[in-house]
């Protein structure tokens, strides 16, 4: 685990830390690249942590927040040239499923986008099972308040209210011109049935605007209105429509899910944000990190008597 802060380990607010019982994987298309890829979900040791193998390319890559190398509409890790992109939904549900440690396969650039949310990779965990090991959990707590803004957009980590409350308390609001988004707010508990039951399903979207912009930069290659929400102004062009009226703030909040997973534990406190994506979330767990006073690893152990 070279290079994270000191005492930064692997775990969950369980006890002890948890692996998957049996390898499990999908294939698809890539959001962005387009190609198509598969992915394996593996179990892995005590003390793994979530590691990225580039399969074809033999390279592994930490999935931590100091190994982002890019987040321009996406969270990228990277090591040396190798890269690994869009791997925020992943994370979240790896994240909401309580799986600490676990070897990750992808025989390209990015995952395969599945159906845009978080979802399918939940379901693939869940049929694939998880195992307690006998390595003990810990997790970060936030003792001092964080922030990073740009413009009138910001993320905030703040320690937990009441102070001893464990687990991680989330509020995000967005703010979007285009009518079929508009202004949308939500704030929850972050705990596996929240995440299951109000964010999993929360795809990724696009303006219809921006599409051929983006394509044109390499970018959405593999988009399609089976795998992302397009808004054109007031219209949501999905055949189908929104899973859920803010669908749009709770794929935000999911997003924010995967990309604070790269703390490497999880985090004990408050997250709060106002139009934040990838690289506020990226920023701030880099400021965290930064000021040795603002952080403390604790012990898993008291938390899951206490969340009991």
């Not at 580039?54 to 969270?75: H, K, N």
Request: aromatic share 4%; charged share 20%; net charge neutral.
């Amino acid at each position: 685990m070279d290079g994270l802060p000191q005492g930064l380990v692997s775990g969950m607010t369980r006890g002890f830390q948890r692996t998957l019982k049996a390898p499990i994987g999908c294939v698809g298309v890539a959001l962005h690249c387009g190609h198509r890829v598969s992915l394996t979900f593996k179990p892995a040791p005590v003390d793994h942590g979530v590691v990225f193998r580039r399969t074809d390319l033999g390279i592994d890559i930490p999935a931590r927040f100091d190994r982002v190398v890019d987040t321009t509409l996406s969270t990228v890790l990277g090591r040396g040239d190798a890269r690994i992109g869009t791997v925020e939904h992943v994370m979240a549900a790896l994240a909401g499923c309580g799986i600490d440690n676990v070897l990750v396969e992808v025989d390209g650039a990015e995952p395969p986008i599945l159906d845009g949310s978080a979802a399918p990779y939940v379901f693939l965990l869940d049929c694939a099972g998880s195992v307690e090991q006998d390595g003990p959990q810990s997790a970060i707590e936030v003792r001092r308040t964080v922030r990073v803004a740009d413009g009138d957009a910001f993320a905030e980590l703040r320690p937990a209210t009441p102070v001893g409350m464990p687990g991680l308390d989330m509020a995000l609001s967005i703010d979007f011109e285009s009518v079929a988004i508009g202004r949308q707010a939500l704030s929850l508990r972050l705990t596996p049935d929240s995440f299951r039951h109000e964010l999993a399903r929360a795809r990724t979207f696009a303006l219809a605007k921006d599409v051929d912009r983006l394509r044109a930069a390499g970018l959405a290659r593999g988009g399609s209105l089976e795998n992302a929400v397009v808004v054109d102004q007031a219209r949501v062009l999905n055949p189908t429509g929104l899973r859920m009226p803010d669908e749009f703030a709770r794929h935000k909040l999911l997003d924010a899910v995967g990309d604070l997973a790269l703390a490497g534990l999880p985090l004990h406190g408050r997250f709060i944000a106002h139009r934040s994506g990838h690289a506020l979330n990226n920023r701030l767990l880099r400021a965290l990190f930064a000021d040795s006073s603002a952080w403390r690893e604790i012990s898993a152990a008291p938390l899951a008597v206490a969340a009991a």
